[in-house]
């Protein structure tokens, strides 16, 4: 038999790594979107296009984390 926890339990390690995450993929994105970050041998434009990507999906994350409560 499975046991299954409940979902309701605070868990303030877990919160501190997924703030610590999104703040990180934010400053990334950023980096990337102003060609302060770059990635060898692929074209600047790719990589600021990656850059919105990874900014569009840590503002989707921060979203749907707040309508998940």
């Given at each position: 038999m499975v046991?299954?926890?409940a979902k309701s339990t605070f868990n303030f390690?877990?919160?501190l790594a997924w703030i610590v995450g999104i703040l990180v993929s934010l400053a990334v994105g950023?980096?990337?979107i102003n060609s302060i970050l770059t990635i060898p041998?692929?074209?600047e434009?790719?990589?600021q296009i990656a850059g919105w990507?990874?900014?569009i999906g840590a503002i989707?994350?921060?979203i749907a984390a707040i309508f998940s409560r």
């Open positions: 046991k299954t926890q390690s877990a919160l950023s980096g990337m041998y692929i074209p434009l790719i990589t990507i990874v900014v989707i994350s921060v």
